[in-house]
């Protein structure tokens, strides 16, 4: 079995050693596209193509590569459906709406304080 | 002003709008160094240096430019005492505190649930 898919550890996980898995747990659910998929699918399952029209400024390829990530590390379902044409589906798992919630609370934090952020950054530049 | 620093804005913040600049606060706050240097500052204010031993695998520059992000952001606090050999202490603002609070969760999640991800991932590539 490979290195990379060991599933003990004899040493407690830190996300500070930059060998231990839970850093890559850690910045795949916190990636560029990672955190808004993972609270896009937070209200609800979703299509590829609604997941592609909501969240702004995402390619297919990055959606597509970011949900594969995500489908890998236990947190999404893909669901395939033999019909014509071809409709897949995503979802949350149980782990994975653990994370998404995590997530979805940044996401509406950072929402809230926008402002306050923009305030900073002005008088940031001011003082430079 | 230029448009980055407005203060103000008509519409409700989303992130999933590519240009709204809560995408940005989301961004900064989730980025691969910025989450780990917010996690660590929770603490306790921190020392340049110490920050980089805690985090391993930053490099000198990469933590310079994500402190530096915090800073404008109004999430950290930059003391440079007039000592020799020069010494600069990060803490985190009110602002920061919450919004680490939240990144911090997220770091924890990820170390308790590293063994759930491998496992996941084992038997995802198993499958294909």
Chains 1, 2 share one sequence.
């Not at 979703?46 to 702004?56: C, D, K, M, P």
Request: aromatic content about 4%; proline content about 5%; glycine content about 6%.
């Amino acid at each position: 079995m490979p290195v990379s898919n060991e599933v003990t550890t004899t040493e407690r996980p830190d996300v500070n050693a930059a060998n231990c898995p839970s850093r890559s747990v850690l910045e795949h659910i916190t990636s560029r596209w990672g955190v808004l998929v993972l609270a896009a699918l937070l209200e609800d399952g979703r299509r590829f193509s609604e997941l592609r029209r909501l969240i702004g400024g995402v390619s297919e390829k990055m959606l597509a590569q970011t949900l594969q990530t995500l489908e890998r590390d236990g947190f999404v379902h893909r669901e395939a459906h033999p019909v014509i044409p071809p409709r897949v589906d995503y979802s949350l798992t149980e782990l994975g709406e653990q994370a998404a919630r995590l997530v979805a609370g940044l996401a509406r934090w950072s929402e809230a304080h926008v402002t306050d952020v923009l305030t900073a950054r002005a008088g940031y530049d001011d003082r430079s």
